[in-house]
């Protein structure tokens, strides 16, 4: 057994749980043998925090406390309560913060101190007490460690690897691929592959549009002052809208080796291959598009194939952070549709799907209508709304309603029979109001509706009435698409079950909502999309830490930044997705879709007494229990008897 | 620019600026057939026998999603991150 260490730029432990910080500088080879160690010197110090004596006894040994961000060189920030705020201040040696008065007289303080005056300061008769600051835990260390995937949890034995082997595949915005957490130590890249949707294409473009980047063009472009420019591609750099590239973050969460941030992400050792994406055609334009980022569905069905091919056969972990609000919301979308035939036709792959933020947005409604009745949708369209605003409805195939539109003034401007559409113009002729009513929708067999009120219309409360022609069945649900410059909404009370994206109630994909795990009790976070889907299929399936993640901070190099939602919980299923698929390609099993998701569910922690809660799934991610259950000899056929299960046929 | 809702009226029947679909739309595509592709339809991608990405004229819209062998056709919809 033999310890490592780093050469004399070795920092104290920067975080809670353990994980080591590499701040800068190489790893050097230097180990130090079990049988070279020699007990020291019992020391001799003052009774205090153990952290305190630590750094005391370095001190005496001559190590240098380097500076951080609040302190000097030898210098160490503590917190302190003591009997008499006035002798604190006093202390020469004592450079204040904050003071914060107790009921009974004393007082938490906070300062920096000299490392040598520790003991002297700690003796003084009106400090009660005297720690050394707790660093805030890592958060993204937080990730690994809650979902017990960091590499100190995993089980013993387990060939899991960091990912090694399996390509974790990213769609998303913002590739940061000179960030250090994503390079190799000797400084080249371990991106196999971006491709940039938006860029002009080449005569070897995918599907005939975009560019991509291979790794052999990106180390060349590392070796460059400016690697962004001399790649022709690069995250945007901060601005009022947006810190950090969203796509830079997602990837570090699965798959970050640490190396430039300190703390790595949950599947560190796997090939990473990002796309860009990009619309084909954006129908939005103007202020409310402003800093938004966006794709579209055949674009991102086309980023899925891209990776599966570009893995090779290797296993393959997708994640994806994309959707709408509107949609069936019961997986027959065609491009749910399409990536669950591709995650289908070979096992090792697996497509992970952020649940949507949209849970307090109010922007889901469900009822009932009554044979030869109605029903009322009440539909707020908000003062500041400056944009244009859509609901959509979806019935049983089996009913018949007609829609009725009023304004706010109350005056019924169209009904529009089943089968049918109706259409309002201003009078220059623009189209102001569109209503469809279309039936048998061919992918599901329902009826659907759709609303669209051209920005320029009166805000206030817009009813949307529902006529029951002919009813069988009689319920519906209804969303409102989002809008990030304007969010119209439906009145209280809510209904924010069914709030998943438009494209996270498929078949095959896995879909996570999100939680804090920085609190004790794991809350979930405020904005975490609500299941079932509208077919009643238990999605989310999973829940992971979602709330204020530190990840990569694009264009930093090292930096890390926080950001919150499922997004950021997507990437750590996607990374534990990794760990499980390099764990069965060690031991030669193929792992279809099911069995993967089967593993995942099964070793969930529940957080209710339910089988599944409509937010946070079947429960919290588990990544040592799932390897665990992987090694244990979960039910997988040997990779020769595999056969790749190709989802032929209509579905 | 403010619309009243006292001008709203249906449209114009005969109103020439009314035009028809143009330019070229993506799309997902379902068929019933393995390997049946429309005419005037180009495959961008294919996902298997039965399903593709493609892109065609718009004008052809409406015939492609009537074609018998044509199980579903799914225009190219926009999808915004989701932070």
């Not at chain 1, 055609?281 to 938004?292: H, N, Q």
């Amino acid at each position: 057994m033999q310890l490592r260490r780093r050469a004399d730029r070795i920092l104290e432990p920067q975080n809670t749980c353990g994980d080591r910080i590499e701040l800068g500088g190489d790893i050097v080879s230097e180990t130090i043998g079990l049988d070279e160690l020699t007990p020291a010197p019992q020391g001799d110090y003052t009774p205090m925090d153990p952290r305190l004596q630590r750094i005391v006894a370095r001190a005496r040994k001559g190590q240098r406390r380097p500076a951080s961000s609040s302190t000097s060189v030898n210098e160490i920030a503590v917190v302190a309560r003591v009997s008499s705020v006035d002798d604190w201040l006093g202390l020469s040696e004592v450079k204040p913060g904050v003071v914060i008065p107790g009921d009974g007289g004393d007082a938490i303080v906070t300062g920096r101190i000299p490392v040598s005056r520790i003991e002297a300061v700690r003796e003084m008769p009106f400090v009660l007490s005297l720690k050394a600051a707790q660093p805030v835990q890592r958060t993204l260390g937080a990730t690994t460690a809650d979902t017990g995937a960091s590499p100190k949890l995993l089980p013993k034995g387990t060939k899991a690897a960091g990912g090694k082997g399996v390509v974790v595949g990213v769609v998303d915005f913002g590739c940061d691929f000179a960030h250090r957490n994503f390079r190799l130590p000797n400084g080249t890249t371990r991106v196999e592959a971006i491709w940039n949707q938006s860029a002009a294409p080449t005569a070897t473009s995918p599907f005939g549009y975009g560019r991509v980047y291979e790794r052999a063009q990106i180390n060349a472009a590392l070796k460059k002052a400016d690697p962004y420019a001399a790649l022709g591609y690069g995250p945007d750099p901060d601005n009022e809208f947006e810190k950090g590239s969203h796509g830079t973050h997602v990837m570090d969460i699965a798959a970050g080796n640490g190396r430039g941030s300190g703390v790595a992400g949950i599947a560190p050792q796997a090939d990473l291959i990002f796309v860009e994406l990009a619309s084909s055609d954006i129908p939005w334009a103007g202020k409310e598009v402003t800093g938004k980022s966006f794709g579209d569905s055949v674009q991102l069905l086309e980023a899925v194939q891209f990776i599966i091919e570009r893995a090779a056969g290797r296993p393959c972990a997708i994640n994806l952070s994309l959707g709408t609000n509107g949609g069936p919301h019961d997986g027959t979308t065609l491009v749910e549709q399409g990536i669950d035939r591709l995650v289908r036709q070979a096992p090792n792959r697996a497509v992970i799907i952020a649940a949507s933020n949209s849970f307090g947005d109010g922007i889901h409604a469900a009822g009932t209508v009554a044979p030869a009745g109605r029903t009322d949708i009440p539909w707020n369209v908000i003062a500041q709304d400056v944009t244009a605003n859509e609901m959509e409805l979806w019935y049983s195939g089996a009913d018949k309603f007609a829609v009725e539109l009023i304004a706010p003034n109350g005056t019924s401007l169209v009904t529009v029979e089943p089968g049918k559409t109706g259409e309002l113009t201003t009078n220059s002729g623009r189209t102001a109001i569109f209503v469809s009513n279309r039936l048998n929708e061919p992918n599901n067999q329902d009826n659907t509706i759709s609303v669209f009120l051209e920005r320029g219309l009166p805000a206030g409360r817009w009813v949307v009435r529902l006529h029951g022609r002919s009813v069988a069945d009689g319920k519906w649900h209804a969303w409102i698409e989002r809008d990030d410059a304007g969010q119209s909404t439906f009145f209280q009370p809510l209904d924010n079950s069914h709030t998943l994206g438009s494209i996270s109630t498929g078949h095959e994909t896995i879909v996570v909502g999100s939680y804090d795990a920085h609190k004790a009790n794991v809350p979930l976070s405020w904005f975490s999309s609500a299941g079932p889907t509208r077919d009643g299929r238990e999605k989310p399936e999973l829940s992971a830490p979602g709330h204020a993640v530190l990840a990569a901070h694009s264009r930093t190099g090292t930096g890390v930044i926080s950001k919150s939602g499922t997004s950021m919980a997507a990437p750590a299923v996607t990374g534990i997705g990794a760990l499980v698929l390099a764990q069965a390609k060690a031991q030669k099993k193929n792992l279809a879709i099911g069995d993967l998701r089967q593993i995942l569910l099964e070793t969930a922690r529940p957080m209710t007494p339910a089988a599944w809660d409509a937010r946070y799934g079947k429960g919290r991610i588990a990544g040592a229990e799932a390897v665990k259950r992987l090694m244990a000899g979960a039910a997988a056929p040997p990779v020769k008897r595999a056969a790749a299960k190709r989802a032929g046929g209509r579905s | 620019m403010p619309i009243s809702i006292d001008e709203l009226k249906p449209p114009d029947p005969d109103d020439e600026n009314r035009e028809p679909a143009q330019g070229r739309v993506t799309a997902i595509v379902k068929v019933t057939r393995a390997g049946y592709v429309p005419e005037g339809v180009t495959v961008r991608a294919r996902i298997d026998e039965e399903m593709f990405t493609a892109s065609l004229p718009a004008r052809l819209l409406a015939q492609v999603r009537s074609d018998p062998l044509v199980a579903s056709i799914e225009e190219s919809e926009p999808l915004q991150r989701i932070d």
